[in-house]
């Protein structure tokens, strides 16, 4: 029953079929050769048997025979529906309209894409059409099934789309003919998800899954006689996704490998394209080697003599081919390998096998073909030669073995080569799995599966029936899920349904693989020993036959039978059923193969354990010849490929069903592969075997058209009367709408946001719309007519009315004119008297102020001029009093406090003899402290010496004082003098005398002030200049620890280094090992093979009838097993000579081997019994106790740091990487190595602590140095001191070069105690030359004359100390000379300050009081050095301890050395240990000399630093003095111009930073700045700043400053852009400053081109030093670069606005009348629905806005504003424009009126921001033109109108417009397939040579230029807020 027929019976009344059929109606009617012709009724159906009707093809006139009336003829659709993009939308579902659909659509839209409900119907129209680029993919990614055009990658979105906002697998099944399409649609899918789900990392996963295509087409697709490129096996690639929607992996499963094909084609076909390709290769050089020939010189390919295919070049495809390999990651040797094999099958087809005596064959002695197939494979020609021609077999306990026949070795053979081939292509999609394979992991996937299609041949056999096989289980899951689909919908809506009745597969499905089913039976026949396909077909025919409805049995056979498919009946031949499910391969001949010299080969063939766990992830369905045993018993496991088959079917199913399924079925229009040819038959074919045509019956049983209650309701409202419209509920005025019109309520029903009709309603419906909108028009044009008329009248009255008023109003202003002429003549005469008047009254007044303005004036100034006089004399006067008693009161009190002073210390003097009376007179005190006498009277001794000291410094700044008031005095008498001379011209002109007097006095002021500010000034610069050199004496020791500190992270460094290195090299050992152990493994196998297969050929040799037993022991034949414990010198060893590879007990290999050179873990753990488990325990004790006495040394010099005396450096001696490796491998053997090892490195380490002691007694000596402030380290540094001290030792008070001085000699004497108790410790304690009887290894590392040398090197390291110390005492004693001779005695001062009376001086007991303070001083410096003293004490004691602890832990182990050389088993141990210890001590003498000759050159260069300054000290005294006056002259003119110039200071438009600020500079100006704080500063501001920074660095001239400015501004702005790329205001900020810039560096480059609008002082501000212009390129790269970020920006946002805006808001109401839609339409997202529709024009104008202000605001260039829109505007139009050509909804006049209205609105935006100019409207010019060729009248009259309307459209633009150009109402036409031929060839004729692409690409950018625009603001204006934070910055 058709659908026709269910149409008929289910849906029409006898009443109802009356008002359908009648005159005029259009039906179809079958035809033998179209399947469907068109025709209408030319009279009225009433019951008659007969009726008339008229073909529309011809015109021709028939009657049309009605045998029943339940099957009449289907009704057609009106032409409204015709080309339709689902199918489902049409509202009479059958068979013809269908056809006739997918036919419009092919053939003149030439779409080969339509929807039938939730299935894609591919038409392959044998031709490439340009489709499926990547901006394709990108215009349907993330858009709606429903609202694009249908295509495969809206399928693969849906999927993708479905799989990311659910996480659910989804599937896509792809099925059609051979030559239909079906590996091209997948390829496409895969293409897709590559595209859409590519990740953000470089994982390549994409081009892997990719790259697996060309691989499986090469192996798995040949040419047949309907496709050029046909699949001959099913594959199912799943396509792996993270969390994120990224492809991860993928993975394949295949079926069904068509292996006949190896070995047989038929005509006009060819073989698996591999071989093809490699025949097209032999003459490249590294095919040589496999003598390929030409494919039709090889049997296996010239079956079809049909070599070449057109249009391929097989030479390319393998170039291809290996490309993949190389990406999948097989190696070059693999692929290399892989071809070989296949060589081999294409030679080892050409082998002839000819009939011998008997029943049995042979093969010729000199067949090259066979040579070469062996050698290809690695295996022996002789037993491939023997086993080709016989087979063995196998019994209880017996072999035997024979010949076969020439039939059964040509088959074996065949079978052979068809095994090998199968294996290569299972090994190449096990390889292509791994390489797809990921180590992320997998959420989700997509499936496509790429499958065989229905196939029915002339002759069918076991193939076909596996495929149909196939095929039928996928209907039935297709079934199952369209009648679920439609079922759900109905249950969501909540309407009442009746269960829909569906063809159901399953007993079709049943009689296939239920028990004793057809395969069942198959299997159990192929068990039979004597199984034929005779018997198995008489089992089915016993069986099923008469009891399944499905199966049938020819008439005329008995070896066939028929299966009533879903889609067809086939018959198929049983003969070679058995055969193929068998899939028979000789033991004998896989037993060779894995024998194979060739590892790869061997694997191929290898026995595999547990082959089901192998297909748990499929390879292949193919099957795996097992290996016989020989007492038998897993022979009878072996799996038929029936059973495979079935469960890797089964498997598909569980697989298919978990997911959710997209389907695409592909259909081939014609058999001989022309382009755009359809041939109704073969279509018709095709759709009934897909399930296409199921589809619509299942939709037509139930509601297939729907309308949601607002589509309705626009569309058919015009139904309603105004009663019935109820606008807030659309729902009650649909019903009022339907209950009118439609009687029935079975014919529709109301869902909850749809109503569902009945097949044929919703062309009736449009049947009363056309009616009513009929007699609409109608009376639309009576009232159009009326209204013309009355027009007419109006314009006639209206125009004399306008005559009357114009006659009137001329005459009234004529009287006008008159009144306002007298008017205005009064008016004028009024105004000109009173000026008049006014201005002689004004004339007047103001002679007469002026007047007494003057005599005023003349009588105050006199009165002025005297009273400025009185007062400038009343101020010198006050001055000078003033200035005269302050200088009197300053000399009375200078000689009160001198005379104070004076008595004080004559008082103090007094005080002192007498204490020192008393202190002689204590004899008890002596008796108990006799040194302290001494030391009271050291101290005594100082205190006279620093006491005359500061009398000499007083004296000296006494003196100083007198030239400095001698100084001022004579700078006054020169003033004076001045003054004098200038009198002759004060009484010339008084008043000017008096005012330059004035400006004198305070010039004079101000000189007295900058004097003194220049002696605070050199004050402050001195103490600068000392700090700044400690400072650097700082920086320099830090620098110096830290350098140390990188030296020992370095050498730790490299040590952790060398360790990763050595346990990678014993992992990589191991590893080797590893795989060495796997070969041999795998060497054993095949040689145990070997051996099977040369003594079954020694059983054939040596048996004389033919076979023989088997000896008995052959299962127990000893092989030598190998362990993993070889080395990897054996390693090499064997592959150096393979062929001696026995290795056999007695063998000659196994007497002369070598032992190994290096033991491996297990040899050590045998000699690890011989090893003296005591001394390893000893040495384990020792070498704890070292590592505690290391950490308690390291505890102490760390105290020792904390109490302030830093450590130089870490000298730990540790052993050397080299020393550690060598030593390692002499001594592998040996458990307890890495225990002395360790005893070597710490032993080295004690003896570099002596060093370290010397360096920390250095170290003391530099701090002291740096302490007392004479460290020397520069002769300039040297001089500045002297200098200093000479200079301004005026300035500094005596007190501190006391304590100075005394902290100098107690720092010194101190030392020198220390280091005389050191080094008489070190000599009493370590007595090198006392050594005890040591070992010979103790004798050779102890060695007595190394000792002595250095015992001298500590030697001549404390002499240099002792004179170090010595000269250090010179200069202290310089010091103190220099002092006296610069000390003031009290007479000195008393003669100076107090008249020469010495008892003034200390009257009021000064000295006294001195004399204690310096007394309290002296006990506390004693009280520190007695401390120091002790603490110095506690650590020599320290150290002593330690030392002797070390020398006794050295003795004890060289004890145990000595002991450990009379072992016997350590002999060798010992001898090694004492060579790397002697090698190593060399090392450390080495290092050690050449760390004292270094030490050497730092003392000759104290040395030398020291002569100079002594040179400098005994230097002239006076030259130097004069050098420092003319030093200090200097700078002081230096510090008077810059005080000068400070008053008139005027900024030069910089800014000064140092060179460390510039990252600060970058952070505050760039990194950190806000766009909300930038818009209130001055537009492009941190240009400027930027630009100030470079302009300094050019007035400097430092062209590396420059450089690092200029580049870490550049790496900032990236940086910044790149972090905040999706903040727009940010962006938009540095792309504004960032043009700033640019202009600037134009604008002040000097350059006349850029300076004609700069002002002069611009100009000043030009560059001098710097060409920056390529700064200039890189700058405008840089804000190319931004602009295009903040473009792609803007794209993203307006992307989801172009459509809602553009192509589907809807501004006039009532225009746009929609269609009924599909389930495509249906199915839409409602979320995205919504969302879509918030979106419309006024939020794209929102967003124009928002950009517009903020370009503004950020006050980017206008020029480059105008360059942003024009960007957008293009994408806006470019991306329109893309989804109007592919949306045939949009196609239609009402559309293009409202797309013309939505693009007038974004013009005006232009217009009103002033953008017109921009070019952006030109931009929009294609989807301007595109919508007026929607609005445009399409006939032939029009074809040169449209042609030049429409030149910014390509013409397959303007083609595929006019092909989706669709009515939505009836008065509207379809544009005739001859109009688009016509504008087609004008198109032609006309545009010649233009790019005819379909697409416009949305990512073309237009140049970006940035015009020069100089600024008006000149630099030195600029000032810098505080809000920046840029206060390191400075104006200069």
Known sequence: MTSADLYVQTFLKESEIGQVYVKGARIWVPDSEKVWLGAELLENYTGQKKIKIQLENNGEEREFEIKDKNRLPHLRNPEILIGENDLTSLSYLNEPEVLYNLQVRFLESNCIYTYCGIVLVAINPYQQLPIYGNE?????????????????????????????????????????????????????????????????????????????????????????????????????????????????????????????????????????????????????????????????????????????????????????????????????????????????????????????????????????????????????????????????????????????????????????????????????????????????????????????????????????????????????????????????????????????????????????????????????????????????????????????????????????????????????????????????????????????????????????????????????????????????????????????????????????????????????????????????????????????????????????????????????????????????????????????????????????????????????????????????????????????????????????????????????????????????????????????????????????????????????????????????????????????????????????????????????????????????????????????????????????????????????????????????????????????????????????????????????????????????????????????????????LEKASLKLQQQETSTDDVLKRKLEEATQQLQAEFDSERSHHQRLVKEHARLQQRFENLQSEMQMVTSPHGHKRTPSDISAISLESYTSSASPDEVKYEEEAPEDKDQGYGTKKKKKAPAPPVPTASAMEKEMKDVDVGLILRLQNKMKEIEQQKTKLEEKLRQYEEEGHPRAGNSDAVISNSAFDALKQQLVNADDVQLVIKLQKRVAELEMTKSKLADELDERDDEDEEKSGFKITTPEFAYNNLKSMNGHIDKEPPHDNKEEMQELQNENDKLKREVAKLMKSISQNVSFEKGGTNSPAGKEFMDAKKIEDQVKVFRDQFTAMADELDRRREECLQLRAMLAEKSITTHAIAKESYGGNDDLVNEDNELALAYRTQKELNRLLENQLQKTEKDTKKKEEKLKREIKELKQENEAAQKIISQNLQLGPEAKIEATMQHEITRLTSENLDLREKADKQADQIRKMKKMLKVYAKKLKDGDVAEIEAELEKDDKQKKAEDNVATVKHLDRTYMGMLEYKKEDEGRLVKCLIMDLKPKVAQGLLPGLPAYILFMCVRHTDYINDDEKVRTLLTNTINGIKKCVKKHNKELERVILWLANTCRLLHTLKQYSGEKTFQSENTTRQNEHCLRNFDLSEYRQVFSDLAVWIFQTMIKYMEEVIQPMVVPAVL?????????????????????????????????????????????????????????????????????????????????????????????????????????????????????????????????????????????????????????????????????????????????????????????????????????????????????????????????????
């Open 136 to 1036: 394709l993919i990108q215009m349907y990614s993330g858009q709606d099934m429903g609202t694009m055009d249908p295509h495969i990658f809206a399928v693969a979105e849906e999927a993708f789309k479905l799989m990311s906002r659910f996480d659910k697998n989804q599937s896509i099944i792809v099925s059609g003919e051979s030559g239909a399409g079906k590996t091209v649609s997948a390829k496409y899918a895969m293409r897709y998800f590559a595209m859409v789900g590519g990740s953000q990392k470089e994982t390549q996963v994409e081009q892997k899954v990719l790259a697996s295509n060309p691989i499986m087409e090469a192996i798995g697709n040949a040419k047949t006689t309907r496709n050029d490129n046909s699949s001959r096996f099913g594959k199912y690639i799943e396509i792996s996704f993270n969390k994120n929607n990224e492809i991860i992996g993928a993975h394949m499963r295949t079926y069904l490998l068509e292996k006949s094909r190896v070995v047989y084609q038929a005509a006009d076909e060819r073989n698996y394209h591999i071989f093809y390709q490699l025949c097209a290769s032999k003459d490249l050089p590294e095919f040589k080697k496999y003598c390929l020939l030409s494919p039709d010189d090889f049997y296996y390919t010239s079956h079809g003599q049909a070599p070449e295919i057109d249009g391929v070049d097989d030479g390319e495809d393998l170039v291809s081919v290996r490309e993949a390999f190389t990406m999948l990651g097989i190696s070059e040797k693999e692929q290399m390998m892989i071809f070989q094999i296949q060589s081999a099958v294409l030679h080892f087809g050409n082998v002839k096998i000819r009939e011998a005596d008997g029943e049995s064959s042979e093969i010729k002695k000199d067949d090259k073909h066979l040579t070469i197939m062996c050698k290809l494979l690695g295996i022996e020609e002789s037993q491939m030669r023997m086993w080709l021609c016989n087979k063995k077999i196998v019994t209880v306990g017996e072999v035997l073995t024979k010949p076969l026949t020439l039939t059964q070795a040509s088959f074996a053979q065949d079978a052979l080569a068809k095994h090998i081939y199968a294996q290569t292509f299972d090994w190449i999609v096990e390889k292509i799995n791994k390489a797809l394979q990921s180590g992320a992991k997998s959420t989700k996937f997509i499936g496509v599966l790429d499958i065989y299609g229905f196939e029915t041949f002339e002759i069918n056999s076991f193939e076909q029936f596996c495929i149909n096989y196939a095929n039928e289980k996928l209907q039935q899951i297709f079934n199952m899920h369209v009648f679920k689909l439609e079922q759900e919908e109905y249950v969501r809506e909540a309407i009442e349904w009746s269960f829909i009745d569906f063809y159901d597969n399953q007993p079709c499905i049943d009689l296939i693989e239920s028990k004793l089913g057809i395969l069942d039976l198959l299997d159990e026949e192929c068990k039979m020993p004597k199984g034929s396909d005779e018997n198995w077909c008489q089992k089915l025919y016993d069986k099923h036959l008469g009891k399944a409805k499905h199966f049938e049995k020819p008439r005329m056979s008995r070896s066939a039978f028929i299966i009533n498919h879903f889609a067809d009946r086939v018959e198929y031949q049983a003969d070679g059923f058995l055969e193929k499910n068998r899939d028979t391969v000789l033991e004998e001949n896989i037993n060779i193969l894995r024998a194979s010299e060739f590892e790869l080969v061997a694997e191929l063939f290898e026995e595999k354990v547990d082959p089901n766990e192998k297909k748990s992830r499929a390879g292949s369905a193919t099957t795996h010849p097992l290996r016989q045993a020989p007492k038998g018993g897993r022979g009878s496991n072996k799996k038929t490929v029936g059973s495979q088959f079935r469960e890797s079917l089964h498997k598909l199913m569980e697989t298919l069903n978990a997911t959710t399924p997209h389907y695409i079925r592909c259909i081939k229009p014609n058999d001989t592969k022309e382009a755009f040819i359809f041939e109704p038959k073969r279509a018709v074919e095709q759709l009934r075997a897909c399930g296409v045509l199921e589809t619509i019956r299942i939709s037509a049983a139930g509601y297939p058209s729907r309308w949601s209650y607002p589509e309705f309701f626009q569309r058919y409202r015009v139904l309603a009367g105004s009663k019935d419209i109820n606008r807030s509920d659309q729902r009650k005025t649909c019903e009022n709408i339907l209950t009118k019109v439609i009687q029935d309520p079975d014919k529709y029903r109301f869902g909850k946001t749809k109503i569902f009709f009945r097949a044929g309603q919703v062309a009736y419906l449009e049947k009363l719309r056309s009616d009513k909108l009929k007699a609409c028009g109608i009376m639309i044009q009576k009232h159009v007519k009326g209204w013309l008329a009355r027009r007419r009248y109006q314009r006639i009255m209206k125009s004399i009315t306008l005559l009357q008023k114009y006659g009137r109003g001329l005459l009234a202003r004529r009287h006008a004119k008159f009144l306002r002429e007298t008017f205005a003549a009064t008016r004028i005469q009024k105004h000109w008297k009173g000026y008049k008047a006014r201005s002689h009254y004004i004339k007047v007044r103001k002679s007469t102020i002026i007047i007494q303005s003057a005599i005023r004036g003349f009588f105050g100034r006199i009165l002025f001029k005297k009273e400025l006089h009185e007062h400038r004399a009343i101020t010198i006067q006050k001055l000078v009093r003033s200035w005269l008693a302050r200088k009197r009161y300053k000399r009375v009190m200078r000689g009160i406090v001198l005379l104070q002073s004076h008595y004080r210390r004559r008082r103090a003097k007094k005080e002192l003899k007498q204490l020192k009376i008393e202190a002689k007179s204590v004899e008890h005190i002596k008796n108990v402290n006799k040194g302290l006498e001494n030391k009271i009277i050291q101290l005594q001794q100082k205190l006279d010496a620093k006491n005359k000291e500061g009398m000499t410094i007083k004296e000296q700044e006494v003196y100083i004082k007198q030239l400095k008031t001698e100084m001022e005095k004579l700078r006054s008498s020169s003033e004076e003098a001045k003054k004098s001379s200038n009198k002759i011209t004060d009484l010339i002109q008084q008043i000017k005398d008096l005012q330059e007097e004035l400006s004198k006095e305070r010039e004079d002021k101000q000189v007295l002030i900058t004097e003194k500010e220049e002696l605070v000034k050199e004050h402050t610069q001195v103490l600068s200049k000392m700090a700044e050199e400690k400072c650097k004496l700082k920086e320099e």
């Open 1704 to 1932: 589907e808001h809807e501004a006039i109401a009532g225009l746009t009348a929609s269609k009924p839609s599909g389930m495509r339409g249906r199915s839409s997202s409602t979320a995205q629905d919504e969302d879509v529709r918030e979106l419309s024009l006024d939020t794209l104008m929102k967003s124009l806005n928002k950009y517009n202000q903020v370009l503004s605001q950020h006050a980017v260039d206008p020029e480059l504003v105008k360059q942003v829109f024009r960007q957008l505007y293009y994408y806006i139009g470019s991306n329109a424009l893309n989804n109007l050509l592919l949306r045939k909804d949009m196609c239609n006049w009402s559309k293009g009126m409202q797309i013309r209205y939505n693009l007038s609105h974004l013009e005006q935006w232009l217009r009103d921001n002033k953008l017109n100019e921009s070019g952006a409207q030109a931009t929009l010019e294609p989807i301007t033109q595109a919508s007026q060729l929607l609005q445009a009248r399409k006939s032939e009259a029009d074809v040169d109108s449209i042609c030049e309307m429409c030149s910014k459209l390509t013409t397959a633009q303007i083609v595929k417009i006019l092909n989706l150009y669709t009515p939505v109402d009836e008065f509207e036409e379809r544009v005739p397939i001859s109009f688009i031929r016509k504008i087609q060839e004008r198109l032609k004729s006309t545009k010649k040579g233009e790019d005819n692409t379909l697409l416009i690409d949305t990512k073309y950018s237009f140049p970006v230029t940035f015009p020069f625009n100089p600024s008006s603001i000149t630099l030195d204006s600029i000032e810098i807020p505080e809000s920046l934070h840029l206060d390191f910055l400075s104006r200069v």
